[in-house]
């Protein structure tokens, strides 16, 4: 059993920058994969990004060049660093883990954060 919550969301101009945080419960952490998904109103839950457990990282085209994702496995923690923010990465913003590779399917994660919300005004 995973808890995950997430923290650092919040209003930011276009442009600006924001860290997501992403702190797990239990001691296994380090042996799931781990996913950033993101959901705007009317839209379907995308993945933004994704790290295994050994660290190789993936990101959906749009954010390529801007978002960082990373992970310290002793801090049971992994985040997301956001810049060049634009509007259109507004969004909810979840945490999820799952065993294996990662995935962009939202139904192949087993373990999901509550959400925190980002803004970003133009």
């Known amino acids: 059993q995973v808890q995950l919550v997430e923290s650092g969301g919040g209003l930011v101009q276009a442009g600006g920058s924001l860290r997501l945080s992403c702190a797990a419960s239990?001691?296994?952490?380090?042996?799931?994969?781990m996913g950033w998904f993101r959901q705007a109103p009317g839209k379907e839950r995308e993945l933004v990004a994704a790290?295994?457990?050994?660290?190789?990282?993936d990101y959906r085209d749009s954010v390529k060049g801007r978002f960082i994702i990373s992970r310290d496995n002793a801090k049971n923690t992994m985040y997301l660093q956001m810049n060049s923010l634009k509007p259109e990465d507004t969004a909810i913003y979840y945490c999820?883990?799952?065993?294996?590779?990662?995935?962009?399917?939202?139904?192949?994660?087993?373990?999901w954060g509550q959400g925190t919300q980002v803004t970003v005004s133009s």
């Open positions: 999820a883990a799952k065993y294996g590779r990662t995935s962009y399917a939202p139904r192949e994660y087993i373990y």
């Open positions: 239990g001691r296994t952490f380090s042996s799931y994969a």
């Open positions: 790290i295994t457990s050994g660290g190789s990282t």
